[in-house]
């Protein structure tokens, strides 16, 4: 799933030659780029180049990436028309833009040595564009979607006669582990949101000033509450992962819809299928969200992404499926926008499922909150939702389930 996921952001995100990432389409940067006679220009720039890069389409670049200077067909300093080191200015620039200059300087790191990143549009037209809309729209949708669903159905009833028991659903540690990770989340969805949208909606309804304190404080939150969302991450997989694998009652939750179908409520343990679900997306997503944001909290310290694609490469995946080779080698900051981008696109994913799950767990469903809230939950509401849970409580405490008959 993970690789098929880093598969899908390459094919979409990679850029075509330098050159087409203005405007350049994804099914336009697969295409080919024609061959240009360069012959009238002396191998320069030609006027079919400056069009098709207006209209951003694909435009073969080897021609300047190689033109990069020839000392040794340079004339010397002293002589006329003597050129330092037998590169031109516009030599040299192409060089740094295409990561050929032999350059040296004073700062120190693994990304000092790149002055000019030139595949760094298509990364912000991609923040700007689809993924602000598409995030936004997903989000909105969900909301929508919810709503409609609540007008539909409405709140979801303890069907039977309260019996005024209530059952302990959840320890104290246990709610502290869900609160953690749920108020911090909470936070970082905010923050995040913030951060990305910020400059397209808020600069314009308060201005540069008050946006600029509100993204400050967003940045430090973000950046420290981060660590308490890994944490609980870890705590919950622990406390609940041996409730949350798979087992054939899941099967029956999920043919009936979880009630929804066929009616009465399927028989469940501990977890049903539908939180089972939520479990594993929570720590799936959650685990890609904190090791890609990570790598953003310690810049070109955790490159992740030119690995992966040597890997998927190694399959022949994105080959056959017609992609051709992925990139395996990416400048630190080519590295870091695919670290910013994949961390929001799981990220907006991730808020979807869990305004779904905040949903059942306050409004949508009667009594579904004192699990979380108290820890103790009407007996009633337990007997509806999770049957084989009861009975196993009820077993383990020494008293017999509602309904049992004594042995012969």
């Known amino acids: 799933m993970a690789a098929l996921a880093f598969l899908f952001l390459a094919t979409w995100l990679t850029p075509g030659p330098a050159n087409a990432q203005e405007g350049a389409s994804v099914a336009e940067e697969s295409e080919t780029p024609a061959e240009i006679d360069r012959t009238a220009t002396g191998g320069a720039t030609t006027l079919e180049d400056i069009l098709r890069r207006q209209q951003g389409l694909p435009v073969d670049n080897t021609y300047r990436s190689d033109n990069i200077g020839d000392p040794a ?62 995030g936004g729209y997903l989000l909105l949708g969900t909301l929508a979607a919810l709503a409609l669903f609540f007008l539909i159905r409405g709140r979801v009833r303890i069907d039977g006669e309260k019996t005024g028991q209530r059952i302990e659903r959840f320890k104290n540690f246990e709610r502290f582990g869900h609160w953690l990770l749920a108020g911090s989340f909470i936070l970082l969805g ?12 808020l600069i314009p309804a308060f201005g540069h000033e008050s946006y600029a304190w509100l993204a400050t404080v967003s940045k430090w939150i973000h950046n420290n509450v981060s660590w308490a969302f890994m944490l609980a991450l870890v705590m919950i997989f622990v406390m609940w992962v041996i409730h949350n694998l798979p087992d054939r009652t899941d099967l029956k939750w999920l043919a009936k819809g979880g009630g929804l179908f066929g009616g009465g409520h399927p028989p469940a343990k ?10 594993w997306s929570v ?27 040597v890997i998927l490469n190694s ?19 080519e590295e870091m926008q695919y670290a910013q981008l994949w961390h929001a696109m799981v990220s907006f994913v991730l808020m979807a499922i869990i305004l779904a799950h905040i949903y059942i767990g306050s409004v949508g469903m009667e009594g579904a909150y004192d699990a979380m809230g108290s820890g103790m939950v009407e007996e009633q509401w337990a007997k509806e939702h999770h049957s084989l849970w009861v009975e196993e409580v009820k077993a383990r405490d020494g008293k017999a389930p509602s309904g049992a008959t004594p042995a012969e």
Do not use: C
Not at 190 to 201: D, N, P, Y
């Open 190 to 201: 905010i923050t995040g949101l913030v951060s990305l949208m910020g400059r397209k909606f």
């Open 315 to 333: 399959t022949g995946l994105p080959d056959m499926l017609g992609f051709g080779v992925l990139p395996e080698t990416m400048t630190p900051h």
């Open 73 to 134: 067909a340079a004339a010397g300093l002293t002589d006329q028309l003597g050129t330092l080191g037998g590169a031109s200015d516009p030599d040299l620039w192409r060089g740094m833009r295409f990561n050929e200059a032999d350059i040296t300087t004073q700062s120190r790191g693994p990304a000092a040595g790149v002055l000019i990143q030139d595949r760094g549009m298509w990364w912000l037209q991609f923040r700007q564009g689809p993924l602000l809309t598409y």
């Open 283 to 309: 720590i799936v997503l959650g685990a890609s969200i904190s090791v890609s944001g990570l790598s953003l909290l310690f810049p070109f310290e955790l490159p992740m992404f030119a690995k992966t694609f």
């Open 270 to 279: 501990k977890f049903n299928a539908g939180q089972k679900l939520i479990f």
